[in-house]
């Protein structure tokens, strides 16, 4: 059974940092994208950013809302996905869910962590 | 970026009701869009991938199609579980965009 599992979240104040991480089982980590998408309190999605597999070099993608603050990381060793959230906002106040990127289903999300709080303010 | 504009932002239905949610892309997108339920407190769940595929163990009920830039969620037989907000994504290019939502209420 796939499972990912977050971490890592937990109240800051504005300009902090925080580093999720999202712990995967139950799957071949290493042969999946893996994103990060959040959701402020009582709002939509957004997608957060990407972390290409190996053989794509690890290459990253971002949300210009979180382009030059945030870094996504993976240790495949480990099974792990990171999301290095610096100059934190009250703006990112949200649940952080990470998500598989299927790859042989559309590249679409389809398995979800249950998500951690991040809660941004002074 | 590619902007997704879902109708409605809600709407009210019985029990055994058809209910049909729209996404339109800004641009056109292929198929490269799928569907998620969301109930409150959880993780959204993929109930369509690629516009009209059927995620392995969703019911029959929920059926999705469309094509380049208008997409179409249909729920058939409204069930009671299916009470929830539904979100499309699209998957084309960057960054991936979500539609607004749409909270389907009981009525």
């Known amino acids: 059974e796939v499972q990912l599992v977050e971490s890592g979240g937990g109240l800051v104040q504005p300009g902090g940092s925080l580093r999720l991480s999202c712990a995967a089982s139950?799957?071949?980590?290493?042969?999946?994208?893996m994103d990060w998408v959040r959701q402020a309190p009582g709002k939509g999605l957004e997608w957060v950013g990407r972390?290409?597999?190996?053989?794509?070099?690890?290459?990253?993608e971002y949300a210009a809302s979180v382009k030059g603050r945030f870094t996504i990381s993976r240790d495949d060793s480990q099974n792990s996905l990171y999301l290095q959230m610096n100059s934190l906002k009250t703006e990112d106040t949200a649940v952080y869910f990470c998500?598989?990127?299927?790859?042989?289903?559309?590249?679409?999300?389809?398995?979800w962590g249950q998500g951690t709080m991040v809660t941004v303010s002074s | 970026d590619i902007q997704m504009t879902q109708s409605p932002s809600s709407l009210s239905a019985s029990v055994g009701d058809r209910v049909t949610i729209t996404c339109r892309a800004s641009?056109?997108?292929?198929?490269?869009l799928a569907w998620y339920q969301q109930k409150p407190g959880k993780a959204p769940k993929r109930l369509i991938y690629?516009?009209?595929s059927l995620q392995s163990g969703v019911p029959s009920r929920f059926s999705g199609s469309g094509s380049g830039a208008e997409f179409t969620l249909t729920i058939s037989s409204l069930q009671p579980e299916d009470f929830a907000t539904y979100y499309c994504?699209?998957?084309?290019?960057?960054?991936?965009?979500f539609g607004g939502g749409t909270k389907v209420e009981i009525k």
């Open positions: 998500a598989r990127v299927s790859h042989t289903e559309g590249y679409s999300f389809d398995f």
């Open positions: 139950g799957l071949t980590f290493s042969d999946h994208y």
């Open positions: 972390v290409r597999k190996r053989s794509n070099s690890y290459t990253t």
């Open positions: 641009q056109g997108i292929r198929n490269d």
């Open positions: 690629v516009a009209s």
């Open positions: 994504l699209q998957h084309n290019s960057y960054p991936l965009t």
